[in-house]
């Protein structure tokens, strides 16, 4: 019984910045690879940022040198750092995980999102 939960997400200012936390809970033994994904206004869900369990990251084009993934397996958290906020950057942010419980096959989950909004 494993849940995701978004948090931080609300109105920013074009430039600002805005960090997004996402927190495994339930019989969590073990965070796998964490992302980030968003789906903007009339838009497909893409994967925005990835992290796996030694750090190794991956970024999409159009947020590298912005935004910064990380995590903290002791808290079972990922994280995700935006800066330099761009309109496009509008979207519902999820947080997605593989997750290997204390009892039960390793399975993907997702949480509910959180908005984030950029405005002028």
């Known amino acids: 019984q494993v849940q995701l939960l978004e948090s931080g997400g609300g109105l920013a200012q074009e430039g600002g910045s805005l960090e997004l936390s996402c927190v495994a809970s339930?019989?969590?033994?073990?965070?796998?690879?964490m992302s980030w994904y968003r789906q903007g206004p009339g838009q497909q869900r893409e994967l925005v940022a990835a992290?796996?369990?030694?750090?190794?990251?991956n970024y999409a084009n159009s947020v590298r040198g912005r935004f910064t993934i990380s995590r903290d397996n002791a808290r079972n958290t990922t994280y995700l750092q935006m800066r330099a906020l761009k309109t496009e950057d509008t979207a519902v942010y999820y947080c997605?995980?593989?997750?290997?419980?204390?009892?039960?096959?390793?399975?993907?989950?997702w949480g509910q999102g959180t908005q984030v909004t950029v405005s002028l």
């Open positions: 997605q995980a593989e997750v290997a419980p204390r009892m039960g096959p390793i399975l993907d989950y």
């Open positions: 992290i796996n369990p030694n750090g190794r990251t």
């Open positions: 339930g019989s969590v033994y073990a965070m796998n690879a």
